[in-house]
């Protein structure tokens, strides 16, 4: 059940996205790609794209926890 909430909140996450982050996000998480491949495909430095994974993490966990604390 846990699984699921996650799954579901996780979803909703990324539709709010800008079309980067939601690329990056996608290729990382769903399709397990590596960041110089991530780097590769989108023409972006490894370094972008390491802080952008970085970041997103972050604002996934906060968005979680917000809504759950809400709710």
Do not use: W
């Amino acid at each position: 059940m846990l699984e699921k909430h996650i799954h579901q909140k996780n979803k909703e996450f990324m539709r709010n996205l800008p079309e980067d982050e939601s690329q990056i996000a996608y290729m990382r998480f769903y399709e397990k790609l590596k960041i110089k491949n991530i780097s590769r495909v989108l023409q972006m430095p490894q370094g972008t794209v390491k802080y952008k994974i970085h970041t997103l993490k972050q604002h996934l966990i906060a968005f979680i926890a917000e809504e759950d604390y809400v709710n």
